[in-house]
């Protein structure tokens, strides 16, 4: 765990200063991800995994453990997951023209809050 800790600091770090230093780009250079390409994309996402495998596991499979009953809670979690991230995509162009407006204090601000989190991780 000790070195993962560095190794997670490391990439946050990381982030951090790409996110800093990042540059707003013209949208005439802006590329969108065809649907194919990101619905691909969602069964190699590990956080997607881990979500599903810590949500039955921390609060279901300790009160039942049928398979109907897991498939049922499954598709409950991922009912729930679809929500989320369709609330993450709304929001997220409610407030896109903020951001580019006050792009470069947003990404400061963001990059700050990431060294806050190295902080605290290394502390």
Do not use: D
Not at 42 to 65: D, E, P, R
Not at 81 to 93: D, E
Not at 97 to 109: A, D, E, M
């Amino acid at each position: 765990m000790e070195v993962m800790k560095y190794i997670g600091a490391a990439y946050i770090l990381w982030l951090a200063i790409h996110i800093a230093f990042s540059k707003k780009t013209s949208e005439n250079t802006e590329q969108s991800a065809s649907f194919l390409k990101v619905f691909m994309l969602q069964f190699v996402n590990v956080k997607i995994y881990m979500f599903g495998v810590t949500a039955l596991t921390g609060y279901v499979v300790g009160y039942m453990s049928s398979f109907p009953a897991l498939l049922l809670f499954e598709l409950v979690i991922a009912t729930i997951g679809t929500i989320a991230t369709c609330t993450w995509i709304g929001l997220g162009v409610l407030i896109q023209k903020f951001y580019l407006r006050h792009f470069r204090v947003i990404n400061i601000i963001l990059a700050l809050t990431l060294l806050e989190c190295i902080w605290g991780m290394l502390r």
